[in-house]
């Protein structure tokens, strides 16, 4: 018997991946499409966004709309995404030029006041990879840390994603955090040996690491969160775990 969607205490995560377009937003999207489908709340927070477009409700960014969209009840888009910036260069880069500072704490509350709410499932994706920078002495890293979120790691499979994904796993234990599973996007379907990649994959970060796949992700010519849900185990992520 499983249990019913009061029954379950919230569940919350850092999620990153191993570079930029590894499929954060994606595999994010379709984790929370999943625990909606099982009549879970929801929440979702993309702190610090770049490439972002100007509307008459100010700048808004595709991928942070992508995760309100998946979040019920819904959320006003500044709780989802406080900080936005034009321009699709790297988060300090783009802060500098507009003349803002980028800080852990001023990224922290909003993050906070979302985890707050105790939605059954809530998801923090950042930006790029691990160790992107907010501003000269610290990065995106530091917040997860701060946030001391269990971590999922997006790996983008394409030619170098075993080095990457490895390093990563590195880089966010040795931070002290806990990695609670990863997902396999396949963004290159074309990548050579691609089962044998996989395989290599789930020998380091599994079998040697220790760290469960959530899913393998094939490469989708129309991707969708509900497409996407269907090849992930958002069971385990549910299970009881220590935040």
Not at 10 to 25: L, M, N, R, S
Not at 113 to 126: C, K, M, P, V, Y
Not at 165 to 187: K, S, Y
Not at 193 to 212: D, K, V, Y
């Amino acid at each position: 018997m499983t249990d019913s969607p009061s029954d379950r205490p919230p569940a919350a995560f850092f999620v990153t991946g191993t570079d930029t377009d590894a499929g954060k937003t994606l595999m994010t999207s379709g984790l929370l499409y999943a625990a909606r489908a099982r009549g879970l709340t929801t929440a979702a927070g993309k702190p610090v966004a770049s490439g972002s477009e100007r509307t008459s409700h100010g700048l808004r960014n595709a991928d942070a709309l992508a995760l309100q969209a998946q979040c019920t009840p819904t959320l006003p888009y500044d709780a989802v995404n406080p900080v936005a910036f034009e321009p699709a260069i790297a988060p300090h880069i783009a802060a500098s030029e507009a003349g803002r500072e980028l800080s852990v704490a001023s990224l922290l509350a909003p993050m906070q006041t979302l985890l707050a709410a105790n939605a059954d499932l809530t998801l923090i994706e950042g930006a790029g990879g691990w160790r992107v920078p907010l501003r000269d002495d610290a990065c995106l890293s530091d917040l997860a840390m701060a946030l001391n979120l269990p971590v999922i790691l997006v790996v983008g499979v394409r030619l170098g994603a075993i080095n990457h994904a490895r390093l990563t796993l590195e880089a966010i234990e040795r931070d002290g955090l806990r990695v609670a599973g990863w997902v396999a996007n396949v963004i290159d379907g074309h990548t050579a040996r691609l089962e044998t990649n996989l395989a290599t994959l789930e020998h380091w970060l599994s079998r040697q690491g220790g760290i469960p796949c959530l899913g393998v992700v094939p490469h989708l010519a129309d991707p969708t969160p509900e497409r996407v849900s269907a090849c992930l185990d958002i069971e385990s992520l549910l299970e009881p775990h220590e935040r």
